[in-house]
């Protein structure tokens, strides 16, 4: 006989004796489906772009009447701009311009809360539209422009636009298009040309479903607008990108568009057929001089939930005991925050690390042969080194 099977079979009794326990409440939720979610790709991925001009395609959804939405959290302090040359660029600068408002006065000539000559310029230069966006070309037919060779009769990079390569045929884009992997280095560029001082990071993560949503509505808490490459007309292809200013409580997403002034409301989900403005990926931004950031992230154990019984990842019963038991493999989910960026995340049992994660989400698969009673901890690194932790006490037993 299998030696396991001496070791399955009382478990297997375990299980039945707890499930049928009356001390155990009957509040059963099925977690298979966030587990064998697409696990977020960082910068590694077929790249997508826009495609969209300065005007909305006739009969775009303008969203959600906000009316009828409840518990919605808004960065209020984000500037509303218009399409320049470019949606990503124009959705960048939006994102530039209220961190120049947080005290990074640098980022753009005078005031960055309205759409001054100066904000233009930041966006989009006049040199970038003389350089790259003449001949107005489109994807039907992609015209040469001055990031063609020879190199050098080009003006030299001094707005968003330029750093994200926008508009450059060289890079076989049409006028206004922008791929998305170019966002994060096109922002950390701009800013290093401004403020070298400036410490800036960036993340650009793909949609995967509810863990998304949890991480967005962290960065909206800690008051980081993002930008989302998104299908504006439901036909399953990225065409535009937006910035994100807020969320409510019930699954939408607030933005401005970089067509209008106003606040629009779409449902936070992927791209779907006749679904629009489902979302392909998110830029995550944060920019702050860490040698001044003395407020330490915070972070929270969120699976396993503490006094449950988690058995095999598939089933989750809370229970009364107070005790946390966990029968198999499961993934251990954490929820960190930060004023400015979390660095990364370390899993630890009993005081020994067994991982670290520096990008979210901030998970770590637990499958090892292991028994007993045992301690799971989590501490969270911040860009300036400070640090918080969270533990929690559980009962295992995985054969591995």
Partial sequence: MNPKNYIISPIVILIVAIVFTPAFSIQI?????????????????????????????LGYDSGINSYSLTGQKIIEEVPKYRWRHGCGPTAAGMVIGYWDGCGFNELVDGSASHQTNA?????????????????????????????????????????????????????????????????????LAYITMKNPNYEFTTRNIR??????????????DGKRPAILLVDSNGDRKTDHFITAIGYDDDHHY?????????????????????KPFGIYG?????????TFDTEPPTIEITSPKEGSLNIFEFVNITTLFGRTIIIGRIMVNTLPNDNCMVKEVEFYVDDKLKCQVDSPPYDWDWDETIFGRHT??????DMAGNTANDEMEVIIFNIG
């Fill in 376 to 381: 799971i901890k989590t501490v969270a690194y």
């Fill in 282 to 290: 998110a830029t995550f931004c944060s920019c702050t001089n860490w």
């Fill in 29 to 57: 939720s099925n977690t298979l489906g966030d587990n064998n979610l697409t696990r977020y790709e960082i910068n590694d991925f077929i790249d997508e772009h826009s495609t969209t001009g300065p005007s909305p395609h």
């Fill in 207 to 220: 949609y995967s479903g509810s863990r998304t949503w949890e991480y967005y509505c962290n960065e909206i």
């Fill in 119 to 187: 904000v233009n310029n930041m966006i989009a230069s006049i040199g970038n539209y003389n350089d790259y966006c003449l001949p107005i070309d489109d994807w039907e037919n992609i015209l040469p422009d001055k990031s063609e060779p020879p190199f050098g009769d080009e003006h030299k990079n001094d707005s968003v636009a330029d750093f994200m390569k926008t508009s450059q045929s060289y890079h076989e884009l049409p006028y206004g298009s922008s791929y998305f992997s170019d966002v994060d280095d096109g922002l």
């Fill in 254 to 274: 607030a933005c401005y568009n970089t067509w209008d002034y106003s606040i629009h409301w779409y449902n936070f989900s992927g791209m779907q057929s006749n």
